[in-house]
């Protein structure tokens, strides 16, 4: 009964007893040799059940391994890095741009200031140029003037061919101061018409005299004449350009004072209207 008992527990039933500690040590051994001699069978079934558990790829996508995670993160981790290099790289380019465009902005300033004090010293210079050339022009006008109180103009004379305008100014003058006798004709230097000959007006007539004094007589009987009243002629002083230029933006004035019987007049290129002086509030010039 004994031995059937030991056969079922695969004991040699010729062989010795066991104590009960030698009992539990075998026990635990030949469990150790039955864990590893697991049939390599039943681990090949294992991986063909775990293979046959994997998800169809055309089903589901299958979890990234650890490896692939790895993997994942060096390959963004040296883009970054590539990244990082180039954003440096492009700084630092743009660094000396910069300093180029900083250098080049102080020379511009440099150039702009220099060229500012050129322009102002010009500006200042130009100042005194145009001061000066403005006393010159005062003086010219004031030697031209001087040198054409000499002179009358008559207007109104209708010119002809061949005509000895000398002497046609000789008798008008003696008709306008009878009292001058024979001897005008050598108060009177030179006579000539003014400007080009044009059919639709008559040329005026510029006479210069040797004597201050005879001018200034036939310029006062002249406005008072009938001679030349008559014949539709009058006389007027021989202004330089400025000079008449101002007298023609002063005529407005000096014509509507006379129809409003006002007394105006010019004396030179001055017009006074009832004793008082006008002036413009602008040089005509």
Known sequence: ???VKD??????PKSKPLLPSQGVQTSFVENCNELHSFPTEDLSQLDSASDSSTPDPKRGRSEPSLYDILEEIKAS???MTDGQAKLEKMIEENKAEIKELIKSS?????QLVEIQSKVAVVEKSSLKHETKIKELEEKLNDSERYNRRWNLRLHGLKESEGENVKKMMIDICSAVAPDTGESLHLFID???????KMET?????IIRFVSRTMRDLIWQRS???EILRTRRLRFSEDLTARDRAIRSALWPLIEEARKQGKRAFFVGVRGYIDGKEVKLSTDPR
């Open 190 to 196: 030179v006579c000539h018409r003014v400007g080009r």
């Open 106 to 110: 102080e020379f511009y300033h440099e």
């Open 7 to 12: 056969n079922k527990r695969g004991r040699d």
């Open 201 to 205: 007006s008559t040329r005026p007539i």
């Open 1 to 3: 009964m004994s031995d």
């Open 223 to 225: 406005k008072e004449a």
């Open 77 to 79: 981790r040296k883009d």
